[in-house]
């Protein structure tokens, strides 16, 4: 823990949440920032898709900022992530450049797979990143696997694997888990729970109460949190990396969060009710809960904010701008990366 | 050639790969079910966790899938692992990990990533262990861009192919015929590596080109032998790679003898051999053609347990040496 930054931020210190004893003020402000980015990127995107400029679909997390940022937070830069069909936030909070991302979606070169991937399987690589994925369930394992290497090369890495509430129904989720216990694996399953797979809700897909009391199946921690508040994520992150860091095997953690948007753009929304939508927009959105205890906490004022959106806000018009500049790839190259070219 | 060459079962050079392979580069180590202790189902692995230990002749759990995203990760992430399905027929439970993951992250990622993961399938039928470890699925696999599949059919070749197989940066799968197990031949001491995506002309011949895949090229070599008595020359082209294929060395050798026959035991429909012939059929070879392409492949049906049956569902000599003649005096 740090000492320094324990102290900073007011009186009643020792009683506030985890991240206001464990950050800076610069951290927090830095937090609050990236859900900004995060939060605008996607509403970027979303108008982009509006507009034409962006084919296909994809998959918001609108409402879930709290997790992205909260679960990275306390990670070191070489950490890995694994991420999921809904995971431009995690790319963000891991620290991908949103200009790259932005070209990613508008299928250019200079986009992080150089247009062959889009926004279901954005990744970012050198910033630990190792990939969304279309396929529900499909990343765990691998995030397993990442996590082998870590410990047989002795990196001292921890590994994230983030998936959603569907997954927890997937073999895979099942079979990973399993095996990073077995194994005593440095990695910390972090499952977004939204409370839909697309429309299925979790009471109607999942046989137990928590997704977390799965973890007992797999004789590893399983905690519930509230995702929409970036300081119960950081926590329970911190604690669970901690562990793994210290060869103590994984932790299952299950976020509790609701994505303000429909699961992609084929969405009717006819599986909630509008209250239920309005009830999180209104009152648990993370944004808002996390600014109003940065100014109860005296870290931030209005203007404060005001001048972090101002900065976020031309950061994203530049990406667009950035992306739709950026060239196209050359049909010629279709082949290109199938295979590993011959040196 | 010129001293007795030694001689290893096709099974001990595969294990004698990877041995090899683990000796040379420390990243390289073995996944799978009953690897270690019981020195996998066919005792391919044999001894070598006495020898590397249970950290890199690792046990899994029964879980395909999950085991190959292990081997998928940890490939992407910097080791080099070579993953054993006890029965290829098991690739069902991890197709997607393969099809989706393995074959398509380095394409999806912009060349960013690759996955060097070798995955081995002991594969075919001739065992009795019936329709569900029996099978011949490679050509579901050869169906897929970014993965490469090979059949190696010699000790020799299984232990060069394996070898360039871990060497590769892309995710080979190897299928291995379990009858080809026991068979012994010459295999060379030391490293040495046999390209992917070559094939080899195992006899040469004037009057029919068969190419054949796996136990299946011995099988050829039999029938070629027989034909021999009735003055009928085959060529005998081991293709030993399914994805990328060797075009060039069936058409060159196509043109030369006018015929071809593809001997297979996948499933004859939208098999391997169908590949082979469609691919001839498009070539400038197709107008050198004296006769209709011809394919010997698996039946129509699961493999059967009673061994009768078992020996019908796939091609044997004597179908490969009727066929043959068939063709070569213009019976089709």
Redesign the interface.
Known sequence: MNKAAKTVGGTSGENRPFIYREYSPEQLKGALRKMYLIRQFEEGAEESYMRGLIHGTMHLSIGQEATAVGVCLPLAEQDQIASTHRGHGHCIAKGAEISRMFAEFFGKTTGYCKGRGGSMHIADVNSGNLGANGIVGGGIPIAVGAALTAKRLKTGNVVISFFGDGANNEGAFHEALNMASLWKLPIVFICENNNYGMSTSVERSTAVKYISERAAGYSMPGVTIDGNVVSEVAEAVHAAVSRARRGDGPTLIEAKTYRHRGHSKSDRNRYRTREEIDDWVTNRDPIKLFEAELKEFGIIDEQGIASIREETKSEIEAGIEFARNSPSPDVVDLERYVYTEPA | MDDMPRELSYAQAIQEAMAIAMERDERV?LMGEDIGVYGGAFQVTGDLVERFGT?RVMD??I?E???????????????R?IFEFQFSDFATLGM??IV??AAK??????????VPVVMRFPAGSGTGAAAQHSQSLEAWLGHV??L?VIQPATPHDVKGMLLAAIED??PVMIFEHKLLYKMKGPVPEGYYTVPIGKAEIRREGNDLTIVATSIMVHKSLEAARELEQEDISVEVIDLRTIRPMDREAVIASVRKTSRLLCVYEGVKTLGVGAEVSAMIAESEAFDYLDAPIMRLGGAETPIPYNPELEKAAVPQVPDIVKAARDLVKGAR
């Open positions: 180590f950290d899994t759990p879980s899938l999950g085991g190959a995203g292990v081997a998928v990760g940890a490939a992407v992430t910097g080791l692992p997607e990990q989706n993951q992250m380095r394409y999806m990622l912009g060349g960013e990533v690759s861009p970014g490469k940066p892309d």
